[in-house]
């Protein structure tokens, strides 16, 4: 199980030491949410930001773009060091041409689905991408709860991917009691941000979502 911590939940006062921590914390991935104000409700950084920490760690980036229109600015965020660029499906007209370019700039592929979009969006994509992330939250802001519906979707995924070198990526809501039965569901990557930023012990709390995790799938 990977854990990768959204640093829309750190001190943005204290960013670069933050990305750090969390880093010799053990994080697997580090998950930096993008928002526009308009896709969703809220607004946070773009490329200047991700850019000046991409010197201070060698963990994959895995730049979530809640933006719509996503297509015009992937060229900005594969420069800014992303390593992952995924987009979200409802907010792109034409989906697999976002995805191919992607591919094309020489990052990892992800595609995104909002609570209430079904997994049948994603079907002919499949072929084209390197990673599904489902957020069982509606997307905007952390610390909100996990929404149930979407554990049925999870194993729906998981079954849909088959053989496919595909990661599943879970967003939203997670802490240590989700984190498992996202991973009993079939989940492969964790975001969490209050889970980790919320107390003092990243590298406890990241251990905790670990072991959580870990204990669900081993059964
Ligand atoms: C929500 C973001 C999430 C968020 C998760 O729009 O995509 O990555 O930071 O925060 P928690 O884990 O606190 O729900
Ligand atoms: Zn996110």
């Given at each position: 199980m990977k854990i990768a911590p959204s640093i829309l939940s750190a001190d943005f006062a204290r960013l670069g030491e933050e990305v750090r921590a969390i880093d010799e914390a053990g994080c697997d991935y580090i998950h930096i949410d993008v928002m526009d104000g308009h896709f969703v409700p809220n607004l946070t950084f773009g490329p200047p930001v991700i850019r000046s920490i991409r010197p201070l760690t060698a963990k994959t980036f895995d730049v979530h773009l809640m933006i719509d229109p996503a297509q015009p600015f992937l060229k900005d965020y594969a420069e800014a060091g992303a390593d992952i660029i995924t987009v979200h499906v409802e907010a792109d007209t034409h989906l697999?041409?976002?995805?191919?370019?992607?591919?094309?700039?020489?990052?990892?592929?992800?595609?995104?689905?909002?609570?209430?979009t079904p997994e049948s969006a994603i079907g002919y994509v499949l072929d084209?991408?390197?990673?599904?992330?489902?957020?069982?939250?509606?997307?905007?802001?952390g610390g909100q709860g996990f929404i149930e519906s979407q554990i049925g979707k999870i194993s729906r995924i998981r079954d849909m991917i088959g053989a496919r070198p595909i990661e599943l990526e879970v967003d939203g809501g997670i802490n240590p009691e989700t984190a498992a039965r996202v991973a009993g569901?079939?989940?492969?990557?964790?975001?969490?941000?209050g889970a980790v930023f919320g107390g003092d012990d990243y590298k406890a709390a990241i251990g905790a979502l670990r072991e959580a995790a870990g204990d669900a799938t081993a059964q």
């Open positions: 697999d041409r976002s995805l191919q370019f992607i591919r094309s700039l020489g990052k990892k592929a992800g595609v995104s689905l909002n609570p209430g084209g991408i390197d990673l599904i992330l489902v957020m069982t939250v509606n997307p905007g802001f569901a079939g989940a492969d990557v964790l975001v969490a941000g």
